[in-house]
């Protein structure tokens, strides 16, 4: 179902759009009383006013945006029109690539682009690799044993391994893994701190600290020339980087290596312990990725890379996009003025029944089937679309495939209990711990 706007579709100048539909107030004061999650909010919100909408929690109203062509003319067609503005997290990242903005984005993600695509990517297939024989090893132990394991824990300690050979060269040791708990620390905490970034960096300075000694750490490593053993990593390069740029202090460096930890494990940790919950619920999903080809197969990849697409549809990696108009324009027909703070939601693009049939239901074959998906990029977004759209995507693609076929054709975990709610935050993360076995895998 392709969604691009046929040629009869309304065209106007910028600034002479319609009125945004505004969701009644009752619809807000209910939604308060209620104490339920922003995400119930916008859901009511799409619902009843559509893929343009607005709303208010304060006394400006906030555009709600879920239309694919919407999505597409904020994100990718006119993000010098709608801009990223602070950062949620940049009590942790500081001035890291996710919170620049402007001429030192601009610089900051040149940078590591060229590190996260084809050549670069390359550089690291060994490392991603290393880390999933690791945890396929692991896996091994505990389906010999018996020993019970948190799957969700698991996800994180191979992500934090995959990221952190690729930066340092290193495997992830057990010290650096205790250590780096502070970083989970911190991102669970900051939908609670203070606004102001002085307190909230005073409310978690323990945290902090522990992290700030192991990036310090891993930077005096790289400067006096301690390669790991699979070679220089993506540290080297910010060091560098340094050498031409003198913005590249040991903060900013620091900044960018704590950006690349927490954005590069977080998020691929959720999708594949979702990845796994959903499997549990649609055991079939998973025989019928096994069933494509052989082993290392490209029709296997195919049918893995297609369940790890479907999860990323129901929990996207960004399940809310905010972004702030710095000039009046015309959005899908309706007047959006300067100043005006708008939500892009994936979450609710990927849940639109218009969009995705049964959208509730996990079917992988949607990005298999010819035909059976959306084909407008505005209709499938996980990790953004534009300039602005995630560095990370086909490294975490790649460690999420890599992993999966070493586990998925050995072992089954069984799970003795499992979350009843998804939690958002800067992610979508399951509400509770993952206890589970593991038995061989029926293919």
Known sequence: MDTEAGPSSPSYAPGTGRPVPEAEPALVKRWHAGGGELVDLLSQVRERLGGVAAFRLGPAPTVLVTDPQAVQHVLARHPERYVKRSH????????????????AWKQQRRLLQSQFTGTGMRRYEQRITGAALTTAGRWDGYARTGQPLDVGQEMRRFALDSIWRSLTGHPLDDETERELAAVESVGAALPTLPADIGDAQEAVAADLARIDAVARHAIEAARDGAAGPDGPGLLHVLLDAAAEHPEYTDRLIRDELVTLLAAGHETTATTLTWLYLLLDRNPAARDQALAAGGEGSPERRQAIQALIHETLR????????????????TLAGYAVEAGTDLLVCPYLTHRDPELWPDPENFDPQRFITPGARPTHPGAYFPFGIGPRACLGLQFALRESTVLLEHLLPAHTPAFSSTPTKAVHGITVRPDGHTPATLTPTIS
Not at 314 to 326: D, E, G, K, N, V
């Open 88 to 103: 949620r997290a940049r009590v942790l990242i500081g001035d890291g690539v996710l919170a620049a903005t402007g001429a």
């Open 314 to 329: 129901l929990y996207p990696s960004a399940w809310i996009l905010p972004r702030h108009a710095t000039e009046d324009d």
